[in-house]
Nanobody, 125 residues
Framework: QAQLVESGGGSVQAGGPLRLSCTTS????????MGWFRQAPGKEREGVSC????????YYADSVKGRFTISRDNAKHTLYLQMNSLKPEDTAMYYC??????????????????WGQGTQVTVSS
């Protein structure tokens, strides 16, 4: 599997934006269904958004729908997550990973075990 590298996180005040990126390190990103996941301290990892291999289908968790936009640039082998109107509850470590489900459930690949370092998003009120 390609090594996934997340970036773009940081600290922002509530209502502000952040743009996360996910790309490979030294390898061409295989065009596949991809998702963004996040994990807050003391909580389980949850699916945030998912995008089809072509980028024509997207899905968002109810908690972020209308605020986040997932996109991809396959030519650049990069996945993005534009986060607007951030809320303190969005504070978490964000990860990207291949997704096996891109509908009601946003799940990582069943055999995926190569999580990147993640990128931390901290939203203050």
């Amino acid at each position: 599997q390609a090594q996934l590298v997340e970036s773009g996180g940081g600290s922002v005040q509530a209502g502000g934006p952040l743009r996360l990126s996910c790309t490979t390190s030294g390898l061409t990103l295989v065009v596949t269904r991809m998702g963004w996941f996040r994990q807050a301290p003391g909580k389980e990892r949850e699916g945030v958004s998912c995008i089809s291999s072509s980028g024509t289908y997207t899905y968002y968790a109810d908690s972020v729908k209308g605020r986040f936009t997932i996109s991809r640039d396959n030519a650049k082998h990069t996945l993005y997550l534009q986060m607007n109107s951030l809320k303190p509850e969005d504070t978490a470590m964000y990860y990207c990973a291949p997704a096996t489900s891109c509908a009601a459930n946003i799940l990582p690949g069943p055999s995926f075990d190569s999580w990147g370092q993640g990128t931390q998003v901290t939203v203050s009120s």
